[in-house]
């Protein structure tokens, strides 16, 4: 099964530009435009289409650690140290990225500016001229949001950019910026825009989904969903993990396998969505919370569906709450439009969810995990034959985190 990564990766960028819009304040589609530009920035030097690739795609995910910035500032007050983890973390989160040009420092170096004023205190030719570009776009459209901006006022735009090259990145990158930011540049970072330009700027990709960059892609996205809160910093990872060892245990070829882990991998990714003060609350949701809590489900279902051919494992990822009685959610599907697969997602979301901690319950071990799901299963709910699986499969694993199968 072939994969198009450069449609998943714009699926990543999509969920960091919500928890910049959430965390920081940063405008809707920030990487998106980070990217586009940088895309566009590659052409104008006569970059090939892996320079391009390679640039663009760390542009897209260039605030990748961003929700463990975020983590990192609760527990200590110092900003500047913590820039620094932000972009060392960055770095190390996208190393699983298999270009044919090499990236390093692209994402480490995107706060420095070419008077050393940076968090590594890097002068120009220091680090590498790539980060320079992505440094260029990120400091001029965070400040003056760019899909704001109007052929009118343009022109007073490019003056100050020019007037203040150094406080945003190099001289030479703002000379190249300024070369692209024309009243065309601008009308493509367009809100209602800024999707079909990024998906014409990043060049074609094609993977096989059994390929480990592929897993290691699923492993990253489960991290970055993960940390958006400080009580589900392993429920999608281990919900992958699990995934993994039940289709070992069904005995699925590497394809199916893989297909899997990355359902379960992306299952909550809708959860960007979600208010981090209802994902939190310690005490029972009511009725309006639970509402937007389920609205998840949808927005992961639609930001998935911009992968071409990737509705199969779309429903794995996005069936997980909905019950073989037909009284789950989203969309209310009832057992014959449940595939086994879907059904095996919504047990592992379960045993996942009642067996770790979180504010409102303590974790609890397997015979205790199990209560609940024989329970579900017994009302109808969910798949009898797939909970006395797993109750084999799980029961070494009481109260203990499954390794990842990620090479």
Same mark, same amino acid.
């Given at each position: 099964m072939i994969i198009r990564m450069d449609k998943l990766c714009i699926v990543f960028s999509r969920a960091f530009d919500i928890i910049e819009e959430e965390q920081i304040g940063a405008s809707e589609h920030h990487s998106m /435009?980070?990217?586009s530009l940088c895309a566009r920035m590659g052409r104008e030097l006569g970059y090939d289409d892996d320079a391009v690739l390679a640039l663009a795609t760390c542009a897209l995910f260039h605030d990748n650690a961003l929700t463990e910035y975020r983590l990192s500032l609760q527990n200590n007050p110092? /900003? +500047? /140290?913590n820039i620094v983890l932000h972009c060392e973390k960055g770095q190390q989160n996208v190393s699983w990225l298999p270009f044919k040009k090499n990236f390093d420092g692209y994402i480490l170096y995107h706060h420095e500016r070419g008077t050393g004023e940076g968090p590594f205190r890097? /002068?120009?030719g220091e680090y590498p001229f790539e980060a320079t570009l992505i440094a260029a776009v990120d400091s001029i459209d965070v400040e003056h949001r760019l899909q704001t901006i109007t052929p009118k006022t343009l022109p007073a735009l490019r003056d100050e950019i020019a007037e203040y090259a150094n406080?945003?990145?190099?001289? +030479?990158a703002i000379e190249i910026l300024l070369d692209v930011l024309d009243t065309d540049c601008l009308e493509s970072l367009l809100d209602d825009n800024i999707s079909a330009t990024i998906d014409k700027a990043l060049p074609a990709w094609y993977v096989d989904i059994t390929d480990p960059s592929v897993m290691r892609a699923a492993g990253f996205l489960a991290h970055v969903i993960d940390y958006k809160s +400080?009580?589900?910093?392993?429920h999608t990872s281990q919900i992958a993990n699990r995934a993994w060892v039940m289709a070992e245990h069904y005995g699925y070829d590497d394809t199916e396998k893989a297909a899997l882990f990355l359902a379960a991998a992306l299952h909550d990714? %809708?959860?960007i969505r979600t208010p981090i003060d209802i994902l939190e609350k310690p005490g029972k949701l009511d009725d309006y919370e639970f509402s937007v809590i389920k609205e998840h489900v949808h927005h992961s279902r639609m930001l998935l569906n911009h992968i071409p051919d990737f509705e199969k494992i779309n429903n794995w990822a996005t069936d997980h709450h909905e019950k073989l009685t037909g009284r789950g959610y989203w969309l209310g599907k009832a057992s014959h439009e449940l595939d086994f697969n879907a059904r095996l997602m919504a047990c592992i979301d379960i045993y996942q969810a009642v067996s770790e901690p979180r504010p409102y319950h303590d974790a609890r071990n397997h015979e205790q995990t199990m209560e609940i799901l024989y329970d579900m299963a017994?009302? %109808?709910a969910i798949d009898a034959k797939i909970v006395k699986d797993m109750d084999e499969v799980m029961k070494p694993y009481s109260m203990q985190d499954l390794s990842s199968p990620i090479p």
């Open positions: /435009r980070v990217a110092d /900003r +500047e /140290r890097k /002068r120009e406080e945003y990145s190099t001289k +030479e +400080e009580f589900t910093q392993k990714i %809708g959860k017994a009302s %109808g």
